[in-house]
């Protein structure tokens, strides 16, 4: 069995990073290939993203030096944050999303970060998600009928450069005319009935209901808020030892969605309980979004532009 696992690890290794890495079966399953690859593969993170598919809208490619979003659609920056503590190298720059930011999945933390596991995942790739036979049938499946291009879209695991350890980045002349072709997008005109916006509220209500409680006019703080917010900052003062420079970063949603008393409320407690941290919010009504919530192809490109001018990434 040694024997075998050996040759998997070797033989799958090379040729499916030659086209790009495979892909997972299933969003937790991507998420926890997200996680392994920036745990194990990636070197000298300079600048990290960490949220839900919210900050998975941003094109990373496009900014200069070592960039890695490791954000999870459906889950949250507390997720991210147990990850990033866990690598030895901590990032020169960590941005967190503030929206959805004290949710936690255990099943992809139990995964990933299991003691039992995690250092023979690290010497042996064939244990990894990334390369268990599902996942390497769905990448064989996709080369032959060319359908592996679509690893390149936003929602997928981040690719590698294994030799230099950095994230894939697009040359200058492609930067540039991603820029351009933003620019000559026409905004997407989404509309919302009654009935999807009340659902999209009641979906939102019931996220930060973990949180609060209504009482009478005014929320409350629950238990489990306190909890994750003590947690989260003894995370940010670990990782602010090392070098680790904050922001807090804000989102942009629809206006309509960014009224919702609930979510108000949550924006307000987050910047009260982490007032000394540094917030950023960039926010357009050039923007427009694919459901209200998630910027669109044009506005993801041109909010990225935005967001590295506020990170001073460009100087």
Not at 104 to 126: C, E, G, M, N, T
Request: proline share 4%; with cysteine.
């Amino acid at each position: 069995f040694a024997i075998l696992l050996i040759i998997h690890n070797g033989v799958t290794y090379l040729p499916m990073f030659q086209f790009g890495g495979s892909v997972g079966n299933t969003d937790l399953q991507n998420c926890i290939i997200r996680s392994q690859r920036y745990l194990y593969d990636l070197k000298n993170p300079n600048l990290v993203f960490i949220g839900s598919s919210l900050t998975a809208r941003i094109r990373t490619k496009l900014l200069p030096g070592s960039v890695f979003n490791l954000a999870y659609p459906c889950l949250s920056g507390m997720t991210g944050l147990s990850i990033v503590e866990k690598k030895t190298e901590a990032p020169k720059v960590l941005v967190i999303q503030l929206n959805q930011m004290l949710n936690l999945d255990p099943l992809l933390i139990d995964d990933v970060l299991s003691p039992a596991s995690y250092i023979p995942k690290k010497y042996l790739r064939a244990l990894r998600q990334e390369f268990r036979p599902t996942s390497i049938l769905r990448f064989i499946f996709g080369s032959l009928t060319g359908s592996k291009g679509q690893l390149d879209d936003w929602y997928l695991p981040q690719k590698i450069d294994l030799s230099s350890g950095e994230p894939l980045r697009l040359s200058q002349e492609s930067i540039a005319q991603t820029y351009v072709d933003a620019q000559s997008m026409p905004k997407v005109n989404y509309d919302i009935s009654k009935e999807v916006r009340s659902s999209l509220e009641q979906n939102v209500r019931e996220q930060y209901e973990l949180f609060f409680l209504k009482d009478g006019t005014s929320y409350i703080d629950t238990p489990l808020f306190s909890k994750r917010v003590t947690e989260f900052r003894q995370k940010l003062m670990d990782l602010k030892s090392k070098g680790t420079r904050v922001y807090f970063n804000q989102m942009p949603l629809d206006r309509a969605n960014e009224n919702f008393e609930i979510y108000v409320h949550y924006v307000k407690r987050i910047r009260d309980m982490f007032a000394n941290e540094t917030f950023i919010y960039v926010q357009s009504e050039d923007f427009s979004y694919t459901d209200g919530l998630h910027l669109d192809d044009r506005s993801a490109v041109l909010y990225t532009k935005e967001l590295s001018k506020q990170l001073n990434l460009d100087q």
